[in-house]
């Protein structure tokens, strides 16, 4: 491949004006129903589903396009188990008062505190590591670049994949993290960035009052 090879974009779809105003009001519609979900249903969902919202979360922007990213699909009710109590017994630690009193205060709204069935009872659990060191092709270890930027975006692509195809999620992030490279048998090299929920609700599943106030258009953005 020369240096600066390119092909002709091939795949580029234009919509009539109208369509474009009609299909951006139908997304932030869609995507207004995307709430973080506590609560799981234990109903399976089939793996190929979860392939597919992670091919689509691995066509992310990224650095240099490294895809600076792995993704572990947990399904296994032992490897479930394994991450529960550990991140039960760190969340206790966390509630407990490591938070810092300030941080426990923002969370009340929530509800969370240091229990998590959900975590034993989601058909999915997916946990995102991020590559400092990397590069496009498998085995390379050339620095990787804006890897939180681009681990956060794939995060995006991958939540709202979930959301697209039917299911609820919850990005988990038990502090510390470290306990899911072992669990996951990661390299030294990947830091565990997320770990996201996915499945069913639960019936009973509620959405937290704090969390359905979002900003206004003008309070999170200027035109210029
Ligand atoms: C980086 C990040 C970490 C989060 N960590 C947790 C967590 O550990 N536990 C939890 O219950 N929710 C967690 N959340 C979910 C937030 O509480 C939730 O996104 C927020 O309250 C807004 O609600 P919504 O997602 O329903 O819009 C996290 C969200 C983000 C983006």
């Known amino acids: 491949m020369k240096q600066h090879d390119a092909s002709p974009l091939s795949d580029y779809v234009e919509y009539p ?3 474009m105003l009609a299909r951006s009001e139908a997304f932030y519609s869609d995507i207004k129903r ?5 609560k799981f249903s234990d109903r399976p969902v089939p793996q190929t589903i979860i392939e597919n919202c992670i091919k689509a979360a691995g066509t992310a922007p990224n650095g240099a396009n490294h895809q600076p990213w792995h993704f572990v ?3 296994s009710a032992e490897v479930k188990k394994q ?6 017994l760190h969340e206790r630690g966390f509630y407990s008062g490591r938070a810092g009193e300030e941080w426990l205060d923002a969370l009340k709204p929530l509800g969370t505190d240091d229990q998590k069935p959900y975590l034993e009872h989601a058909p999915w659990l997916i946990a995102i590591f991020s590559q400092k060191k990397g590069g496009l092709n498998a ?3 050339h620095t990787n670049y804006y890897v939180h930027e681009s681990v956060g975006i794939a995060t995006g692509f991958l939540i709202t994949a979930l959301h697209n195809a039917g299911l609820v999620t919850l990005t988990h992030t038990p502090k510390p993290m470290s306990f899911l490279s072992k669990i996951c048998e990661r390299p030294d090299d990947e830091r565990p960035y997320m770990l996201l929920i996915a499945g069913y609700p639960a019936e009973d599943a509620t959405v937290p009052k704090h ?3 979002k900003k206004t258009l003008d309070e999170i953005c200027t035109f210029l």
């Open 83 to 88: 991450v529960r109590e550990q991140a039960e």
């Open 73 to 75: 699909a947990i399904h």
């Open 34 to 38: 995307r709430h973080s979900i506590r």
């Open 211 to 213: 969390a359905q106030q």
């Open 139 to 141: 085995g390379e270890k």
């Open 17 to 19: 004006a109208e369509e």
